[in-house]
C-alpha cells in the first residue's frame, strides 16, 4: 500500500457510498475530497446553485469539515491541489456528459504535465456510455432493443455498491467557506411551494427511496402518469447531484414485478439519452434526425411573445399553465405534464424546441443536458424514435385523461373559471393542422 495521498474531485457524485473512485482512492492512502467551484457553473438556474451550495455544506459535515471547495478554471485547479500535497493521483468518477469529458480531458492533460494522473472509475450511469452495442459494435438507435441489450450487459459491468470507507486519512488545505448563503450568495428556499423534490444528502434520497419503495412503487405503472398524484419516486435532482447510484436502486427491484420492470425501464431511459448524447455530442442543441432540419420554426417578435406567455403559464390552457407554474415555483415537473407543455410549444405554438430546453434548464433543479434535451427531442418528433413528427398531444384531452377530476390544474392555476384566466391563446385543431401542414412541406422537400 502507498501512503502517498491522493485527491478524489467530485463533481455529479455527492456521497461517500457506492462510490468507486472514494473507495479506491482511500484504498490506496489518506484523501483530499475537493470540489471546484467552476465559473462555467454560473449559467446554471439559480435554484440549481442553491441547491448545490447546500449539498456541498451536507457533504462537507459528513466529511467532518475536510470538503476542500476551491474556485476557479478545473485546468488550473487541480493540478494546483494535486502539487500542494504530493499526490499523484486524482480521482475521479467518470463524466460522458459533452462538457464534462472535455474538461476531463483538458485536466488530464494538464495533471500529465506535471507528472500527475487523472483516474477514472465508475460513472453516474447504470451501463457507461458505448457499452451497450449491437453485435456488430454499432450502437443502436431507438430504445427498445437498447434496453433488451442493457439487461444482458448490465451484469456484466461492475457495481460501484459500497459501503463509505472508513477510517480515511481526510487531508485538508484552505479552501473557500461555503458560509451560510454558499458561494453564489444563494440560499435554498426550504419554503419552497407544495412537496419538495429537493434532498439535498445521500440521507434524505434514501429515505425518500425508502417511503417510495414501501408505498408508490407497486402501483409505479398505472399512477406514474398522474400528475396529480405524489406516485413518481422523486430521485431525479438526488441522481442528477449523484447523491445515490442508480445501482442503489435497482438492487432493490424485484424482477418481473410489473411496476418495478416499469421504473427500472424509466432508469434505462436515462442510460439510453446519455448514450445518444456520447455518440452524438452536437444533438445536444440541434436535431438529432437531420431529416427534420427543414422543418419551419417561427421566431419573429409575435413568437417572442407566445414564448413569453408559455413560461409564465399564462397560455389560457390549464394543463399547460399548471405545469409551467409548478417549474417556476418548485424547480421540478411531472414527467407526463413535461411532455405535454414540451408539445405544446413545439406543434401549437411552432417555436424551437430549442428555446423550451434553454428554459427547462434553466429552472429545472434536475436539469440534465442529455435527458432533458433528448426529452425535448422526443416531444418534438427529432430525436430517437417514439414520438414522430405527425403525433401531436392534444393538451385538452391529455388534461382529461390524466388529471381527470383537475386536482393538478386548480393546485397550480387557482384563478381557473374566473375572469382573472385568459382564453386559450391559440386554437389547437387549427394549430395541430398547421404544424402537419408544415412537416409535409418538409417532406416534399
Ligand atoms: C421535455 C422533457 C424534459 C426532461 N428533462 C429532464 C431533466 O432535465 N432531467 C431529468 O432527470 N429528467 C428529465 N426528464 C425526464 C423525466 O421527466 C424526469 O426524470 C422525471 O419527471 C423525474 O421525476 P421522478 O424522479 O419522480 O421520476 P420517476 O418516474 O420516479 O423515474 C425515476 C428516475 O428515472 C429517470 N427517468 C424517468 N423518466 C425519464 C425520461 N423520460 N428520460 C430520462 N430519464 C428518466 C430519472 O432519473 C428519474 O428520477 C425530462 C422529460 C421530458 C419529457
Redesign the pocket.
Known sequence: MSIRPSVVWFRRDLRLEDHAALQRAAADGPVLALFVIDPAFDSAGERRRAVLSEMLRRLDAQLEGNLVVRRGAPIAVVPEVAAAIGATDVHVTRDYAPYGHARDAAVSAALRATGHRLVGSGSSLVVPPGTVTKDDGNPYAVFTPFRKRWSAVRREVASPLGAAPTNVDWVSIDGIDLGVDGPWGLVLDTALPDHS?VDVDATGALARWDR?RSDALSR?SDD?DRPAID??????????FGLVH?AR?LADLEPGHPSHDV?ES??V??D??ADVLNRRPDSAWSNLDHRLDGIVVDTDGRAHERFRRWCEGSTGFPIVDAGMRQLRATG?????V??I??SFLVKDLHLPWQW??RW??RH?I???????????Q??AGTGTDAAPYFRVFNPWAQAERFDPDGTYRERWVPELGSDDYPAPMVDHAVERAEALRRYEATRAR
Open positions: 423534490m417510495f409505479y406514474r406516485g413518481t419516486s422523486g430521485l431525479s435532482c438526488a441522481l442528477r442508480p436502486l421504473f424509466e432508469l431511459w436515462r439510453f439519452y421540478w415537473m411531472h414527467n407526463r413535461r411532455m407543455v414540451a423550451g430546453a427547462f434548464m429545472l434536475d436539469g440534465d443536458l442529455a435527458s432533458n434535451n433528448h426529452g425535448w422526443w416531444a
